[in-house]
């Protein structure tokens, strides 16, 4: 029974640990391996690097589907990366932070630097903005960072990916769902040949036909915005 209480009581705290509160980042601020950045931080550590191509991806600790995107696809990665390729690993807020060195090292990954993301403007705050302000806080990153091609409309979901040349354009790729629309998002590592990213044409949309809506609210992509027939 005691072996029960203790594994609940443990399975609770890691959960209260990875929502985003004033805890969590006294104790990012506590501890010099950690780095936390505002929007315009964030795109200055990225676009300041010309030298390289940078690999980004935004995830969360609490995230089960950004943790075996690590452990799949970026971790073969990062272990082969070569000297022109930069990679990021940016926590989406100080949710969890107390667990992504562990993690991140446990993959092998680990730099010495954790990195999360902290912005208190309404433009990227994803806390109590409602729902549909929350969604558009990775848009509106994206946007922030990036101005080549497309507007982004449908990164909001993690883990949120950026694949970026040297001189700093972002692969984005053109999302169709049968009911809900279509929408440019940013391109994922598993969709390009990593081995190969000098050859990458960072001009073009890789596009993407779903079966299924993955997200109801899913912005459909009009001329004004993204026009279809550009891509196809």
């Known amino acids: 029974m005691a072996l029960i209480v203790m594994v609940l009581f443990q399975s609770c705290l890691r959960v209260q640990v990875a929502i985003p509160n004033r805890w969590n980042e006294r104790y ?9 950045l505002d929007a315009d931080q964030l795109k200055y550590l990225i676009t300041s690097d010309t030298t390289h191509f940078k690999i980004v991806m935004v995830y969360s600790s609490g995230c089960g589907a950004c943790l075996e995107h690590l452990r799949r696809t ?3 990665a990062y272990a082969k990366h070569r000297d022109d390729v930069k990679f990021y690993f940016i926590s989406e ?3 969890g932070i107390k667990y992504c060195r ?10 010495g630097k954790v990195l999360c993301f902290l912005d208190d403007s309404s ?3 994803n ?7 929350n969604l558009q806080v990775l848009n509106n990153l994206t946007n922030h960072i990036f101005s080549n091609g497309p507007e982004a409309t449908g990164n909001f979901g993690l883990p949120c ?8 354009r972002v692969l984005k790729r053109l999302t169709t769902t049968p009911n809900s629309g279509s929408a440019i998002e940013t391109a994922q590592l598993w969709q390009i040949d990593f081995d190969n990213i000098q050859s990458v044409d960072f001009d073009s949309i890789y596009r993407l036909d779903l079966d299924f809506d993955r997200y109801e609210g899913l912005p459909v992509c009009n001329g004004n915005q993204c026009p279809i027939q550009q891509f196809q």
């Open 28 to 36: 990012a601020k506590n501890h010099d391996f950690i780095e936390c």
């Open 74 to 76: 970026y971790a073969p």
């Open 93 to 95: 807020s100080t949710g």
């Open 102 to 111: 562990e993690e991140l090292e446990r993959l092998g990954m680990y730099d």
């Open 123 to 125: 433009q990227f705050n």
């Open 127 to 133: 806390q109590n903005q409602g729902e549909e302000a």
């Open 161 to 168: 990916e950026f694949i970026i040349s040297k001189d700093n």
